[in-house]
């Protein structure tokens, strides 16, 4: 997940470039609209969105859902980065939403504060977004990623616009990545389809390693890795690779060339539009398939 290391490399690529700064972007964010950086969905579907609350073990989380205006449809659940829940995780799930899904964005840090816990524009770069964001991650742990996902699935199945004969889907940016896994193993009977995107410790020497849950599961799954995180841990994706051939789970595990941890949230200062629309396609043809 996102550290200082991986940060580091941003800040190198930026420099290079002669790069975008952190006040820069801010400034076009702000001026355009996050929602106008992506491109637009074929055939969108009308919307309706919605400020929630769950109800968890642990409290209350607050978080957005949207969904197609009328009928029913296969839900998704929606674990950002680092940053949490922003506009530009709303901007996401909107876009999920306009291509036929009940899209739920959690807040995964609700036990310490409501949704945003940055401003518009931040950057884990920024010394002060740290110092505001890792202590709230490090409240975060196996068993938390377990009791939040079956709050969640449970609260997707109550809605009306759920089409509950069919499977649920979920993706994870950054930190969000160890969630998706652990939350197709937490209600595998539910789980059809399950998306990373420049996830962090996926596959580790730890004992709770998410990659051992593997087993346990059902659902397909989509692996977008960034490339400085392959060069940093090459051999995450070949233990992930092997632990779904053993399982005989169907997965895509791909490492994007020329991507930076971060690539895909249209706020971050590593997004690579290119790259973030070929996951997106891939995400969107995982979910077409595998939730039906």
């Given at each position: 997940?996102?550290?200082?290391?991986?940060?580091?490399?941003?800040?190198?690529?930026?420099?290079?470039?002669?790069?975008?700064?952190r006040?820069?972007?801010?400034?076009?964010?702000?001026?355009?609209?996050?929602?106008?950086?992506?491109?637009?969905?074929?055939?969108?579907?009308?919307?309706?969105?919605?400020?929630?609350?769950?109800?968890t073990?642990?409290?209350?989380?607050?978080?957005?859902?949207?969904?197609?205006?009328?009928?029913?449809?296969?839900?998704?659940?929606?674990?950002?980065?680092?940053?949490?829940?922003?506009?530009?995780?709303?901007a996401?799930?909107?876009?999920?939403?306009?291509?036929?899904?009940?899209?739920?964005?959690?807040?995964?840090?609700?036990?310490?504060?409501?949704?945003?816990?940055?401003?518009?524009?931040?950057?884990?770069?920024?010394?002060?977004?740290?110092?505001?964001?890792?202590?709230m991650?490090?409240?975060l742990?196996?068993?938390?990623?377990?009791?939040?996902?079956?709050?969640?699935?449970?609260?997707?199945?109550?809605?009306?616009?759920?089409?509950?004969?069919?499977?649920?889907?979920?993706?994870?940016?950054?930190?969000?990545?160890?969630?998706?896994?652990?939350?197709?193993?937490?209600?595998?009977?539910?789980?059809?389809?399950?998306?990373?995107?420049?996830?962090?410790?996926l596959?580790?020497?730890?004992?709770?390693?998410?990659?051992?849950?593997?087993?346990?599961?059902?659902?397909?799954?989509?692996?977008?890795?960034?490339?400085?995180?392959?060069?940093?841990?090459?051999?995450?994706?070949?233990?992930?690779?092997?632990?779904?051939?053993?399982?005989?789970?169907?997965?895509?595990?791909?490492?994007?060339?020329?991507?930076?941890?971060?690539?895909?949230?249209?706020?971050?200062?590593?997004?690579?539009?290119?790259?973030?629309?070929?996951?997106?396609?891939?995400?969107?043809?995982?979910?077409?398939?595998?939730?039906?």
């Open positions: 997940m996102c550290d200082l290391d991986t940060q580091k490399d941003v800040e190198e690529f930026l420099k290079e470039q002669g790069g975008m700064t006040r820069k972007f801010g400034k076009i964010s702000a001026a355009v609209g996050l929602a106008m950086l992506l491109p637009p969905v074929a055939n969108a579907q009308d919307v309706t969105e919605s400020d929630v609350e769950v109800t073990s642990d409290g209350v989380a607050d978080c957005y859902y949207v969904r197609p205006s009328s009928g029913t449809h296969p839900a998704v659940i929606v674990w950002p980065d680092i940053l949490g829940l922003r506009p530009a995780f709303r996401m799930g909107k876009r999920l939403a306009q291509s036929g899904y009940s899209v739920l964005v959690v807040n995964p840090f609700y036990r310490d504060a409501r949704s945003p816990v940055v401003g518009e524009g931040a950057s884990f770069g920024n010394p002060e977004i740290r110092n505001i964001v890792l202590p991650a490090r409240n742990n196996e068993t938390t990623h377990f009791t939040d996902a079956r709050a969640m699935v449970a609260w997707l199945d109550r809605q009306s616009e759920v089409d509950t004969s069919r499977k649920i889907g979920t993706t994870g940016y950054c930190m969000g990545g160890p969630m998706v896994m652990r939350t197709v193993a937490a209600v595998p009977s539910r789980m059809g389809a399950g998306g990373t995107f420049h996830g962090g410790g596959a580790t020497d730890a004992d709770n390693s998410p990659h051992l849950l593997i087993p346990n599961t059902t659902a397909s799954m989509l692996h977008c890795v960034a490339a400085n995180d392959d060069e940093n841990d090459p051999q995450a994706k070949e233990t992930l690779r092997e632990s779904y051939a053993s399982a005989g789970l169907s997965a895509e595990i791909e490492v994007y060339e020329g991507t930076l941890h971060g690539w895909c949230p249209p706020d971050s200062q590593a997004y690579h539009e290119a790259q973030a629309e070929r996951a997106w396609s891939r995400l969107l043809n995982l979910f077409e398939t595998a939730l039906a």
